[in-house]
């Protein structure tokens, strides 16, 4: 006999002083087989919370979506009165769950192990150092989120997610994935096809790529969002650095940071973190302050991305290095690409954090197959330094019959939110599931 889910069983969700969100929300929890291969094994429970249509008689379904991060909540999402317009509100039972290792799925806290070495190393000794640390961090904190650590992988979120479909009893589902949630999206499009009513992905994880375009292309895009900040600042009078040579005012800035007592790239850390919005005029006063030997405060992660990214993005792209050898041809591509910002902390980041991984990844990276699913809608920034256009103009490629690109022609990371423009085309499409046949453009 197989598998079958259990019905969720619906309860008030718990106050939460941070985050009131709506008074008529539910929450629950799922059970799922731990490993999907041996579904009558070990269990774990997903947080799964809803908020149903508030216009019953007119309802088109449900519509599940998923944040990214990794590390962000899904059980959020439907609780968040602002998340969508009125009309998807009002037309479908909106559920979010808590994937593998967030949020009450399972969370996965790793601790900070002391003597950290820098994730540049320069010679064959200092890769090796951190390699060994790689390795030591990364044992520690499998051992302290067993078992839920080694089944993570968003191949095993997608199969989770199709188990919340059957638990609510839905034939098919809508689904919105944003950022890491598109990968998600992607592989439950790959699986479950012929299971999608629609699908949004804003912000595009292309599972395709290489180590070298998984670092190289994020490293571009950070150095073409530079570039937009230069003309923003250069055309509005209230940038801190407006009528200054920009270029050579951040490269005072990289070098005073380097003798401050922060972790090295720092600075670039905290500029790339104002980009995702954009906050440029944060961006020019960090990089002012910063050039005249202050030191501004930086931004931290409020989630447990750090921690929960060694189980995931570890295991859905081959990041391992080799050697130093390895290491040092794609750091010299990264610089190739990224000769103002040196690099993304994103790309080299996850990178870094999964030298020492051991093992084939569990969830191989491979071109996107979609034929039995729906037109899907891609939105993109065209400057985003977090999911490169490049890589939804790559996803668009591998699927040209059935995806549909929307171009915001603006900078930050996530679209739905920040463009009218794109927010209108993709509540149309979720609620008539009319698609235009033609990429479009949406004005920044």
Not at 174 to 196: I, N, P
Not at 278 to 304: C, H, L, M, Q
Not at 313 to 328: K, N
Request: hydrophobic residues 35%.
């Amino acid at each position: 006999m197989a598998w079958s889910p259990s019905p969720i069983a619906w309860t008030t969700c718990p106050d939460d002083p941070d985050n009131p969100g709506v008074p008529d929300g539910e929450c629950g929890t799922l059970r799922v087989p731990l490993e999907w291969d041996r579904p009558w094994g070990p269990s774990i429970g997903l947080a799964v919370a809803r908020h149903r249509a508030a216009d019953p008689a007119r309802r088109l379904g449900v519509l599940l979506a998923d944040a990214g991060g990794p590390g962000t909540s899904g059980v959020e999402i439907p609780l968040s009165p602002g998340y969508f317009s009125p009309e998807i509100r009002a037309r479908f039972d909106l559920v979010g769950f808590d994937l593998r290792g967030t949020g009450s799925s399972g969370y996965i806290r790793c601790e900070h192990l002391p003597g950290a070495p820098g994730d540049e190393p320069a010679g064959r000794a200092q890769f090796e150092a951190l390699r060994a640390y790689s390795r030591q961090v990364i044992t520690d904190c499998r051992a302290r989120n067993l078992p839920v650590f080694d089944h993570a992988d968003t191949a095993a979120n997608a199969r989770d997610l199709d188990a919340v479909r059957r638990a609510l009893g839905e034939d098919k589902i809508s689904f919105l994935g944003t950022s890491y949630g598109t990968l998600l999206g992607q592989q439950y499009a790959e699986r479950y096809g012929d299971r999608v009513r629609a699908m949004v992905l804003d912000s595009t994880i292309d599972h395709s790529v290489d180590l070298t375009h998984f670092v190289g292309d994020r490293a571009a895009a950070v150095d073409e969002l530079f570039g937009q900040f230069v003309a923003w600042c250069d055309r509005t009078a209230t940038c801190a650095l407006h009528g200054q040579d920009i270029l050579a005012t951040w490269r005072r800035a990289q070098a005073n940071a380097d003798g401050m007592p922060f972790p090295h790239n720092w600075l670039r850390d905290q500029v790339v973190a104002d980009m995702r919005g954009p906050d440029w005029d944060d961006v020019a006063r960090v990089i002012a302050e910063t050039a005249a030997g202050r030191s501004p405060v930086r931004a931290e992660f409020e989630y447990n991305y750090d921690s929960v990214r060694l189980a995931v993005v570890c295991q859905d792209f081959d990041l391992r290095i080799r050697d130093f050898a390895r290491y040092s041809a794609m750091y010299a591509e990264e610089l190739r690409r990224s000769p103002i910002m040196r690099g993304s902390p994103i790309g080299h980041g996850e990178a870094m954090a999964c030298l020492g991984v051991p093992g084939p990844p569990a969830n191989p990276p491979h071109r996107l197959s979609i034929p039995r699913a729906p037109r899907i809608l891609l939105l993109n920034a065209r400057y985003d330094p977090a999911t490169p256009y490049a890589w939804a103009v790559n996803i668009h490629r591998q699927a040209p019959a059935n995806t549909t690109l929307v171009t915001y022609e603006g900078s930050g990371h996530e679209v739905y939110h920040r463009s009218t423009c794109a927010r209108t085309l993709t509540d149309d499409y979720l609620l008539t599931l009319k698609t235009p046949r033609h990429d479009l453009s949406c004005p920044a």
